[in-house]
């Protein structure tokens, strides 16, 4: 895995790849993230609002929110 990393690296041109930032209501249970952090939707959240990747989003099976589809 660790040579394939390297390879991909020296292909791309030693850039990371670009990750896109989400927004999340950190409440116990969020399931919807955000793409702005000035979202209505996120102005309800009670909870601190987190960022993490688009990745990372996917990965919990959290859905995209209404008030930006
Ligand atoms: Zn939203």
């Not at 896109?20 to 996120?42: A, E, F, I, M, W």
């Amino acid at each position: 895995m660790k040579t394939f990393l390297l390879f991909f690296v020296l292909l791309t041109g030693n850039r990371p790849p670009i990750k896109t930032v989400v927004y999340l209501c950190d409440s116990t249970n969020p399931k919807k993230y955000h793409l702005k952090n000035d979202c209505r939707g996120l102005s309800r959240c009670t909870h601190h609002i987190i960022e993490i990747t688009l990745e990372v989003a996917k990965k919990r099976k959290l859905e995209l929110c209404k008030l930006e589809q």
